[in-house]
């Protein structure tokens, strides 16, 4: 593609653009209790120098999607996540790249990926250490402090260096400020906290700084144009991901060179009351899609509109000509179709163009996604079909061996290979990739062999009322009564858990300290008891002292990483007796899940695992209850006793509920809590006793860990289920395959890849939960024999006596 440009002089020289991060507009338009503005300099620039209004962002509301969106001008595709969206997956044009110079100071988030897909050497950046976002610092604001003085140094070391100054004096030249402080207050402290409130002041008092340098730099000769905006906003409990207003509504400020003076109205139109909030009914307002921003910018200074950019050019911001806006409105039209022209198309009109060249790119980028639809489909039902016929043939009696045709085998297999052949010929010549070729042919071999042989949390909440009910609908609780009468109540409280608002919003550390006291004299192990409350004691310490500003104590993060590593080996070294080791691992997990707590959810593993028990005592009287074996005593059943293979039952259709029981839990235990696909449910507090510099990977995989434990917890409740009920684990294995097939290809179909990033991550994460599910249950099955079964044995002096 060509970049096009406007052909007629702009009316600046320069741009300047200030991005707070995670600033939200209502924070900064509104005034503070005693009716003063929050940021008194750029209040007195949309009432008396510019133009402002509300920058409408996209979801996923995420710091590099958002700075995408403002420098390049498009929406970036959500894969960037999986390189934490720091990387360029693909690279892409931006208004620094067709600038002449372009200086960045700021986060080395955000910075180095704007320089690395840029043609040429002519944008630099400046940047702090990754150490330096810490959110347990003193004052994070201390980030944006040390932009401005970078900023200031710059300009003032180029008055001694002749090179640098006549580079600052050429025209199409970007200087941009990433200003990370508000973000990482917001995070640590809330966006209603003093120190969010205080460092949008300092940003002010900064900005304020920056443009009467610059000016005075310049000579005051009006060539230079002034933006300030923002990434994305924060919700009122620190997080950003999805699409409330406070997470989309972001602040855009526009003034300098070429930029319209404040218009005063009588009336506007708008949905919100933010108007009469702000106190600014009498000023115009001028909202913009976020992705707008590059074109004003690009139209600005002059350089070619961004060849990915799908903005469209806010001409009321402009003081101008009407020639001059013709012209730019122009260039922006064609430079969107050139992006469909691609695609082999050509539109002749120029509003309505740019409204179907964006309808055509969406419909080439979704172009084969109903064709591998199918084919994953077909492939899916072959599968599952497989799966049951085996479970059929090996492990029930409802079949005969029937001997097989070798002649009928030769012709069934040349069959299947021919359709392979001609649906490998016809991928061939439409030169597809590799990728298609294992979608489309999968299905092949899985039907040879065929012929040859979860969207809202409070649905587990009507699901454990279901389950709480079992006992009764099966007469189990005629036999049991205690049993089950403890069944329903742990049922309904587990039940509740869904309901409840996901972790992350408002930390509880007082109750985190009240589920130490449940577990207080519990274990007949004092260590487990010690470790709980050392744990306990860590995350009240660590709190209070990230409330002080005192960081992180290093004592406290010694002794998390310990108790982390501790909690995979001290289950070994007690008694392998059934009860005893299930209870040895619950409390030796439960250090660790208490000190990645923040609120209610450091209960949800003691409710889970309380059930978990009585899960193993209801089993064993449903197999009572349906006379397919005697009652073993659980209380000396030992993990370590070989069973004999030949005591192994055949399938009951009982067990196929036993099943689904399992994979239930399996869901429970994974979204009991929340959704670790939704990135604005996601709290940094809950690693704060880890570490609290930022790291997206390190703290992601703590919150990973977070959520195995409960599965380990069920799938060593299963393991002692599978043993005690005289079942093999293939048996079982199969049967959940089956399953997770069944829910696999339903949630196929309804995996997203547009909307928040909450609604396509949970999208995603319900359909890789249930495609994993066999694989992650035979690692958990493997994890919980090792858990169960295996027990260190500590070296013991040998005494010699003499003769």
Known sequence: MTPHQTPLPPPAKRLVLFVADGLRADSLYELNSNSTPRAPYLRSILENNGSWGISHTRVPTESRPGHVALIAGFYEDVSAVAKGWKENPVEFDSVFNESKYTWSWGSPDILPMFAKGATGDHVYTFCYTAESEDFGAQ???KLDVWVFDHVKSFFNSSRSNQTLFSALNEEKVVLFLHLLGIDTNGHAHRPNSREYKENIKKVDEGVKEIASMIDNFYGNDGKTAFILTSDHGMTDWGTH???????????????????NYPRKVTSQKFEDNFLKEWKLENLKRLDVNQADVAPLMASLIGVPFPLNSVGTLPLEYLNNSAHFKA????TNAVQIVE????TKHMISLCKTLINLALEGLSYYHTYDRLFLGLSIAVSFVGWTTYVILVIIKTHTNLTKAVQTNNKESTVLFYGFAFVGMIIAFFLLIQTCP?????????????WYAVVFSFFYRSTLTLGLFVFAGWPVITQLWVQAKTSALIWTFLCVLLA?????????REPNIPLVIFTYLVWDGRDPYIYYMLSIALSTYVVSSTHDSLKNKQGLPVLNQMISWMTLVSSSVLPLL??????????SILLSLMSTYLLLSTGYEALFPLVLSGLMFVWINMEQE????????????????????ATDITQFRQLHLDDVRRSFFFVFFIVTAFFGTGNIASVNSFDPASVYCFLTVFSPFMMGSLLLLKVVIPFVLVSCAFEAIQVTTQLSSKSLLLLVLVISDIMALHFFFLVKDYGSWLDIGTSISHYVLVMSLTIFMMLMNGLAQLLTTQRLQLSRRTKHHST
């Not at 992006?339 to 691609?342: L, N």
């Open 622 to 641: 449903a197999l009572q209850h349906y006379g397919l074996s005697l009652k073993p005593k659980l209380a000396v059943f030992n993990f370590t006793c």
């Open 434 to 446: 590799w990728t298609y070729y294992v979608y489309c042919l999968l299905p092949i071999p899985v």
């Open 241 to 259: 991901g999805a699409g409330h207003p406070s997470e989309t509504l972001t602040p855009l400020i526009v003034w300098g060179a070429g930029v």
């Open 327 to 330: 012209e730019s409105m122009f």
């Open 139 to 141: 004052d994070a604001a």
């Open 574 to 583: 007690s008694p392998t007796f059934l009860f005893q080791r299930l209870f």
């Open 496 to 504: 509740i858990f869904p309901l409840m608002p996901v972790v992350g």
């Open 339 to 342: 992006q469909f022209k691609v």
